[in-house]
């Protein structure tokens, strides 16, 4: 089993920045896929990025140059870098792996832009 546990998110002022982090726990195999998703009120959860363990980024045309996904595979640890922020990026934001034998989601993360 693993367990996601996201943190950073918050309330901030369009044109801001947060940090989103996503802890994995459990039997993680070395090959695997992490990713972040979002969902706004009233739409479908949709991708923001992907990085796989060998590093390997894609990030939607939506948040590209202004989002940054990273990881640190010692730490089985997810980031989100989220500067510029817009207040169409409201949303809740879910960290996701993949693996051989199972796809997990974490519980999500509450990030809301004032305009």
């Known amino acids: 089993q693993v367990q996601l546990v996201e943190s950073g998110g918050g309330l901030v002022q369009a044109g801001g920045s947060l940090t989103l982090s996503c802890a994995a726990s459990?039997?993680?195999?070395?090959?695997?896929?992490m990713g972040w998703y979002r969902e706004a009120p009233g739409k479908q959860r949709e991708l923001v990025g992907t990085i796989n363990s060998a590093g390997i980024r894609y990030v939607s045309d939506s948040v590209k140059g202004r989002f940054t996904i990273a990881r640190e595979n010692a730490e089985n640890t997810l980031y989100l870098q989220m500067n510029s922020l817009k207040p169409e990026d409201t949303a809740v934001y879910y960290c996701l792996l993949q693996q051989p034998g199972g796809t997990y989601w974490g519980q999500g993360t509450q990030v809301t832009v004032s305009s």
């Open positions: 459990g039997t993680i195999f070395d090959a695997n896929m």
